[in-house]
């Protein structure tokens, strides 16, 4: 199985910084990431897939990028709607497999 | 606008079978693009994918290695849904489950979760 490794576990941030997430494969993944936010009580929401595509009705401040086996999820100028857990998901080969989350919190 | 309601107990004594259904409205079960997954999130697990039901000319099932001789995915056409069992739970299987449509392997629809506690 792909390990998927995220990092770091938490983030402290205010509103209007910029963070990035990081997420590493255990081999090589080409560009077969997604990156979903979760919500306390809500399911995942798809964010980004293909490392940088961006979902229809996601705001442009969320970025992606990557190949291979690291990766980064970027938000440019965190907005107060934006403190959750964000996970990245490999789909090159099955099963398929989620990093251990990103929880950014408020600083 | 693709939705996925699922229905099912929240709480099963340890060897007994769960069963969850996931209801689909805005797609079909039998869509030539799109699988049928289940995904199960707990604090010691994180989110573990558990299988997938697909239809392309004829169904397929992909189950977890971890779940394999315990699980059973199943689409029910008449009713354009699909299904969950695991058997002989344990306590290690409580958690959230949540149906999710799957294109290319990225789940972009999820139903709204069934927090699952196997007790006694």
């Known amino acids: 199985d792909i390990q998927m490794t995220q990092s770091p576990s938490t983030l402290s941030a205010s509103v209007g910084d910029r963070v990035t997430i990081t997420c590493r494969a255990s081999q090589t993944i080409s560009t077969w990431l997604a990156w979903y936010q979760q919500k306390p009580g809500k399911a995942p929401n798809l964010l980004i897939y293909?490392?940088?595509t961006l979902e229809s009705g996601v705001p442009s401040r969320f970025s992606g990028s990557g190949s291979g086996t690291e990766f980064t999820l970027t938000i440019s100028s965190l907005q107060p709607d934006d403190f959750a857990t964000y996970y990245c998901q490999q789909y090159t080969s099955y099963p398929l497999t989620f990093g251990g989350g990103t929880k950014v919190e408020i600083k | 606008q693709v939705q996925l309601q699922q229905s099912g107990l929240g709480l099963v004594k340890p060897s007994q079978t769960l069963s969850l259904t996931c209801a689909i409205s805005?797609?079909?079960?039998?869509?030539?693009?799109?699988?049928w997954n289940w995904i199960r999130q707990s604090p010691s697990r994180g989110l573990e994918w558990l299988g997938r039901?697909?239809?392309?000319?004829?169904?397929?099932?992909d189950y977890a290695v971890s779940v394999k001789s315990r699980i059973t995915i199943n689409p029910d056409t008449s009713k354009n849904q699909f299904s969950l069992q695991l058997n002989s739970v344990t306590p290690d299987d409580t958690a959230v489950y949540y149906c999710t449509r799957q294109q290319l392997g990225i789940s972009d629809y999820w139903g709204q979760g069934t927090l699952v506690t196997v007790s006694s």
């Open positions: 039901t697909y239809y392309r000319s004829k169904w397929y099932n």
């Open positions: 293909k490392a940088s």
């Open positions: 805005g797609d079909s079960v039998s869509s030539n693009s799109a699988a």
